[in-house]
């Protein structure tokens, strides 16, 4: 997995945590406070995020920005018809009604077809964005009739001669028909029949792709092209071939304008090293070779100076059942200093870290080197980046770039604190459930998301990397429980080291009372809340699910008779409540030593052991009551956001600065790109 999508387990942790005295100061606020989370509907909430510190940028980096950010929503078409073949259609005809429906826009009916519209464009189509089944309108087929019959016809889609009529007849079923379309991807065979994505047409099956591929692939190649990710397989009169995304082929409307705007970018590009990638990605786009994709992989990812990034391509493959075909997305950003140069200042620090840690001296790394990793600041998100984007990305996805020249692996620190606030914004928190009091509420709201955030850090940037094994070990020896202790050691080690006044004195941690906001919520976590995800009666499987569970039990267990932690019921309602922080550090301590002693030995009884007591196993009655409460508070699962928009201010014909703007109307952003950035035909 490439991409860190925000799931309910990180949110459960982000809920309700976020410093709020603290960041106003630092940031330049819009006039009237502003406000994160916009929108609810269905099971999707919509938020806004902010772009910090804009003002710090020259003006040629502002410009470059909004280049890339232009080259960003240029691709929206694109990722559509790559979901299915006819959302476009879908989406033009929504617009349409949305644009010009002469009707009562009060009614119900209609309030339920404007659902269906945000559906639409929050899924790039009609199909949910992650279950990725078809959903439906609430609606009749009659009343969608009227809609399109009172609407513009110029706007409507249709072909050349069509009626309205005919167009009718043709659309209903894709909405409507519960049989039709059903899947996006689909797992059933043949998954290419079965799964509605347009990667493929025609009379093509599993097997075809295969053969057409494998005959492409050579062995041993040791520097292999991803064959197939930029292109759509057709066969016609029984032939296949490649229809491939680029200016002169598939798609090449959409990516000439985005090679347009990448050719702005450039004559302000803040280096040549910049220059040189985004030349070679311009090629691409304009000869699809994907040869050439792999040299601006291989540029891209050695820039580490820049301050401005983006990624702009066809890049994942998770939306084709085959895993070869990638969907078009885009994000543009730069370096967020301050989380960076904590991230660095901890990887700095690497061999204090080892050398002061409580696990027994055999199984301490001589020479311990951080792993440093970026934190950046979205400034727009495009195609299968919007509206839900990922949290974390890590690229390229070609597995021999990132062994020869590495890989660049970011935390979007503006959307995660997005997410953080839009919780808070919430009047029901899964916070303000599971905390026992107002005063643990309290210390999580100031102090949460600081904490979390270099919780991250030490579990990532020296966690995984600490420790060895003793000579004659083999790394495999812990076999099925090796991801789940691996897990909780990494997590053991940043919870550790969170309280540790080291960490205040680096100026990591604000203070020596932060640590206590990221230990309430992780037992909390740990013990409860992360249950909400398990279905009732299966065990807890997920590893990092069952190291948060294996951490949290173990402790609770081991400091009963000290009452550490303490059980309370009331009202029906259970808390675990921390009384001693500086002991429950202590056992932190002793359950990392006895897992670096587990992994270092390779002592797979003793593993298999401690993860079958404290990880998987579940309390019916505990898990039941954890489902209610979480469910009785009725929060969307799934979030996405609104973009917001760099605006040009010219003066006497010259653009001497720019603007940002946060519009809040999902709706209005969607007609809005429906018009300015829609460069495809909608084809029926
Ligand atoms: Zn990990």
């Known amino acids: 997995m490439k991409k860190l999508m925000i799931c309910i387990g990180m949110a459960a942790a982000l809920v309700g945590c976020s410093p709020k005295e603290e960041k106003v100061a630092e940031q330049p606020q819009p006039q009237e406070e502003f406000k994160y989370l916009v929108d609810e509907f269905a099971d999707l909430r919509i938020m806004r995020y902010q772009i910090p510190d804009w003002d710090q940028l020259t003006l040629q980096q502002k410009s470059y920005i909004y280049y890339l950010g232009e080259a960003a929503k240029c691709g929206r078409d694109i990722l559509a018809d790559q979901n299915f073949k006819y959302n476009l259609t879908v989406r033009k005809t929504i617009e349409a009604v949305l644009n010009s429906y002469q009707g009562d826009r009060e009614c119900a009916d209609f309030q339920n077809f404007v659902v269906y519209a945000k559906r639409i464009f929050f899924s790039n189509g009609i199909h949910h964005h992650y279950a990725e089944d078809k959903f439906f309108p609430e609606i009749s087929e009659a009343y969608f009739a009227d809609l399109v019959k009172?609407?513009?016809?110029?706007?409507?889609?249709?072909?050349?001669?069509?009626?309205?009529?005919?167009?009718?007849?043709?659309?209903?079923?894709?909405?409507?028909?519960?049989?039709?379309?059903?899947?996006?991807?689909?797992?059933?065979?043949?998954?290419?029949?079965?799964?509605?994505?347009?990667?493929?047409?025609?009379?093509?099956?599993?097997?075809?792709?295969?053969?057409?591929?494998?005959?492409?692939?050579?062995?041993?190649?040791?520097?292999?092209?991803?064959?197939?990710?930029n292109s759509k397989l057709v066969k016609k009169d029984g032939k296949i071939y490649e229809d491939v995304y680029k200016a002169d082929g598939l798609y090449g409307e959409a990516i000439t304008a985005i090679i347009g705007w990448l050719q702005k970018a450039n004559e302000v590009a803040e280096n040549d090293i910049q220059r040189d990638y985004t030349k070679k990605l311009i090629d691409y786009y304009t000869t699809g070779d994907l040869k050439t994709w792999d040299e601006y992989n291989i540029a891209w990812v050695q820039d580490s100076v820049s301050h401005i990034d983006f990624v702009n391509g066809f890049i994942e493959d998770y939306n084709d059942p085959m895993g070869i075909k990638a969907t078009w997305e885009a994000i543009v950003d730069y370096k967020d200093l301050e989380a960076t140069v904590r991230s660095n200042t901890i990887s700095e620090n690497a061999q204090w870290f080892e050398d002061n840690s409580p696990v027994d001296p055999r199984f301490k790394k001589e020479a311990c080197k951080g792993v440093s990793a970026k934190s950046i600041i979205v400034t727009t998100l495009g195609g299968d980046c919007f509206p839900s984007p990922p949290i974390g990305i890590n690229l390229p996805n070609a597995d021999w770039i990132r062994k020869d020249y590495g890989s660049k692996s970011v935390t979007i620190t503006n959307l995660m604190e997005a997410y953080d606030k839009a919780a808070d914004e919430c009047p029901r928190s899964v916070l303000a459930e599971f905390a026992y009091s107002q005063d643990e509420v309290d210390l999580c709201k100031k102090y949460g998301s600081d904490a979390d955030v270099v919780h991250t850090n030490l579990h990532e940037c020296l966690g995984h990397g600490s420790g060895k094994l003793l000579p004659g070990t083999q790394p495999g020896a812990l076999k099925e429980f090796s991801s789940t202790l691996e897990e909780a050691r990494a997590d053991l080690f940043g919870l550790y080291y969170l309280a540790d006044p080291k960490m205040v004195e680096l100026g990591v941690m604000p203070d020596a009372e932060a640590y206590k906001a990221e230990y309430c919520s992780y037992i909390r976590n740990g013990m409860m809340s992360q249950l909400a995800r398990v279905e009732l009666g299966k065990d807890v499987t997920e590893s990092h699910m069952q190291n948060r569970k294996l951490v949290s039990e173990w402790c609770y267990e081991h400091g009963k008779d000290a009452n550490v932690i303490e059980k309370k019921v009331e009202n029906g309602k259970t808390y675990y409540i921390i009384n001693d922080f500086e002991a429950l550090r202590g056992l932190f301590g002793e359950l990392l030593a006895e897992i670096q002693r587990i992994k270092s030995e390779g002592d797979y009884a003793a593993g298999k052991a401690i993860v079958e007591k404290y990880a998987v196993k579940v309390d019916p009655e505990l898990h039941k009551e954890v489902k209610d409460r979480y469910n009785a508070l009725g929060l969307k699962p799934y979030g996405g956001f609104i973009n917001p928009e760099i605006v040009p201010v010219v003066e006497n014909g010259k653009v001497v600065d720019y603007k940002v703007k946060y519009p809040s109307d999902f709706v209005a952003q969607h007609l809005k790109y429906g018009k300015e950035y829609s460069f495809l035909k909608a084809k029926h």
């Open 150 to 229: 009172n609407s513009d016809v110029n706007l409507l889609p249709l072909n050349e001669g069509e009626t309205v009529d005919d167009f009718i007849a043709f659309l209903t079923p894709v909405v409507f028909d519960r049989d039709l379309y059903k899947m996006r991807r689909s797992s059933e065979d043949d998954i290419i029949a079965n799964s509605a994505v347009n990667f493929y047409e025609g009379d093509i099956k599993k097997a075809d792709v295969e053969a057409f591929y494998n005959k492409m692939r050579k062995p041993n190649d040791a520097t292999p092209i991803s064959y197939g990710l």
